[in-house]
């Protein structure tokens, strides 16, 4: 399993851009897929954007064009970049890591992004 910790969480006015971060504790991180997954009060957790060990990447439909999710290997970082925040952006913002090969899940603690109007 490896170890997630997650930054870059805070307050934004609407427009506004964050970037979050999520460093892995394994040397083998090029081996997992990464994803942040985001969980507002009273819903259920859902996947915001994806990258694959190979650096393919997928969105929700309501982050495209304005979210990019990276990768750093040799940081053993993931990162997402926020642009044209909107209220309804406002979560808690997971990191996860997926072994590419047993498919086992690992998540960071979460960081609080909140959106003003």
């Known amino acids: 399993q490896v170890q997630l910790g997650e930054s870059g969480g805070g307050l934004v006015q609407a427009g506004g851009s964050l970037r979050l971060s999520c460093a892995a504790s394994r040397s083998t991180f090029s081996i997992y897929h990464m994803a942040w997954y985001c969980q507002a009060p009273g819903k259920q957790r859902e996947l915001v954007a994806r990258i694959t060990s190979s650096g393919r990447t997928n969105y929700a439909d309501s982050v495209k064009g304005r979210f990019t999710i990276s990768r750093d290997n040799a940081k053993n970082t993931v990162y997402l970049q926020m642009n044209s925040l909107k209220p309804e952006d406002t979560a808690v913002y997971y990191c996860?890591?997926?072994?590419?090969?047993?498919?086992?899940?690992?998540w960071g603690q979460g960081t609080q992004v909140t959106v003003s109007s």
């Open positions: 996860n890591a997926k072994h590419y090969i047993t498919q086992r899940d690992s």
